[in-house]
């Protein structure tokens, strides 16, 4: 997929505001000629220059190290230049400032990694797992980024299409050649490698869908009836004082949206207002609000007073997945009976239910190993590498794919339609890595990247 670019790029590859060393990248066939312009030498690949950076008038922009990389030996293929200087804003804008004088264009968000998987340096699920990895908000997320940058999820999406290939390859023959006195169709060994494929999807999947969950996390709703210590739970298990907690009703009037990490998993906790009937115009958006969020949301925490339980006025939504949570652990001495608990109760199945107190922090450590299962995380699961949702769609749609194949090889009906199901589950694995893929697919997945990067 190797395309020739004309143009050079530039940005500044650091985070903003005040540092010790900002970098300034550079990237495409003028960059040689830049770095010799801006350092008056003749840098060497791979060996780092300390020196002033000048300007158009031979004034100093900054002191720092210039470092080259020649063409195809970067991370973009092409000739890169890293210009290594001080932090400071004004300084980096003045070092690409002297640059883009120098014939270079200020790049787009992800035009690097987006040049890189042109020129083959990486896939698009190791170019994509390097935002993943910046973006990386655990332990756990960073490594299994990692993982995905080294290519460990192409490699096995890579394998699973070469034997589809190959199966593919087996299949068109026997049907090309359906008329030779051997029926290549009646050999088992077409579905069991079919089978074997089924079985390697659910390995990728699992894998890939643990590295969802570390990715992208859980949305979980706080909700009940005002003064139930909603606000207290949410500080609680952020463990700081993220909401304003009194014993006035309605205190709470908008959501308030905390992120938190629950084990390895990113949890974005929404505080609500109290679900109670009302006449306050203001607090009635509040209600319609939480609501909303609460529709929208992975889960819901539903929390009671145990020491004076009563469901919401206003029911929940329906079909959204539930948790009880009886708060106020420390003013009771009973169980609470929730067959008897007065107003809308939540409808459906069983709902499971947890005793805590938000003040005393009892029963928290149980909460939290709860909202690490809601998410699915099973650490027994080796090899995790971070995936987006956008992966576990297109092996979704492979494994469904080759399925379909395996039962028409399996009952020796309309072949001709397993060799084609087997060539959309092709289809589907190659637009993960990009062998195959559209180009506005292209400009949505790098536009998310950062400037630099």
Not at 109 to 124: H, I, Q, T, V, Y
Request: charged share 25%; glycine share 10%.
């Amino acid at each position: 997929m190797t395309r020739d670019v004309a143009d050079t790029i530039v940005a500044i590859a650091t985070g903003a505001g005040r540092a010790g060393i900002g970098i300034v990248r550079v990237s495409g066939p003028q960059a040689p000629a830049i770095g010799q312009a801006i350092t008056g030498v003749e840098l060497q690949a791979r060996q780092a220059h300390y020196g002033p950076f000048s300007g158009t008038d031979g004034e100093i922009v900054d002191v720092g190290i210039a470092l080259q990389f020649a063409a195809p030996h970067s991370y973009t293929g092409e000739h890169v230049l890293e210009l290594q200087g001080h932090g400071g804003a004004v300084v980096l804008d003045r070092v690409m400032q002297r640059v883009c004088e120098l014939g270079a264009r200020p790049a787009r968000p992800g035009e690097f990694s987006e040049r890189a998987f042109l020129n083959d340096k990486l896939d698009l699920a190791q170019a994509e797992a390097v935002a993943d990895l910046i973006d990386a908000s655990s332990e756990g997320a960073a490594k299994a980024a990692i993982r995905a940058i080294s290519g460990d999820m192409s490699r096995d999406v890579d394998a699973i299409v070469d034997e589809l290939i190959a199966l593919r390859v087996w299949l068109e023959a026997a049907l090309d050649f359906s008329e030779e006195e051997i029926d290549f169709l009646a050999d088992t060994s077409l579905a069991q490698r079919a089978s074997s494929l089924v079985d390697a999807f659910d390995q990728v999947l699992a894998k890939a869908g643990q590295g969802q969950r570390l990715r992208d996390g859980l949305t979980v709703v706080i909700a009940g009836r005002p003064n139930v210590g909603k606000s207290s739970l949410l500080n609680a298990l952020a463990q700081a004082d993220t909401a304003i907690v009194t014993d006035v009703p309605g205190t709470t009037r908008d959501v308030l949206r905390e992120d938190i990490l629950v084990g390895d998993i990113p949890v974005r906790m929404v505080d609500t207002a109290g679900l109670r009937a009302t006449q306050d115009a203001v607090e009635q958006i509040g209600i319609e609000r939480a609501l909303q969020a609460a529709a929208d949301a992975d889960h819901v925490l539903l929390v009671l007073d145990a020491s004076e339980p009563r469901w919401p006025d206003d029911p929940l939504p329906v079909g959204v997945p539930v948790t009880i949570i009886l708060n106020k652990l420390d003013l009771v001495n009973a169980d609470v009976e929730l067959s008897s608990v007065p107003g809308h109760s939540p409808v459906g199945a069983e709902r499971p239910c947890l005793s805590i107190s938000a003040k005393l922090g009892e029963g928290l450590e149980q909460l939290r190993q709860h909202l690490v299962g809601l998410a699915g995380r099973d650490t027994s699961i080796g090899g995790v590498y971070l995936a987006r949702r956008r992966h576990i769609v297109a092996l979704q749609e492979a494994r469904t794919a080759t399925e379909a194949a395996l039962a028409r090889l399996q009952s020796s009906e309309l072949p001709e339609l397993a060799a084609e199901e087997l060539r959309a589950a092709q289809h589907a694995l190659e637009s993960i890595t990009g062998r195959f893929d559209a180009d506005d697919l292209l400009g949505a997945i790098f536009g998310s990247f950062c400037i630099g990067k």
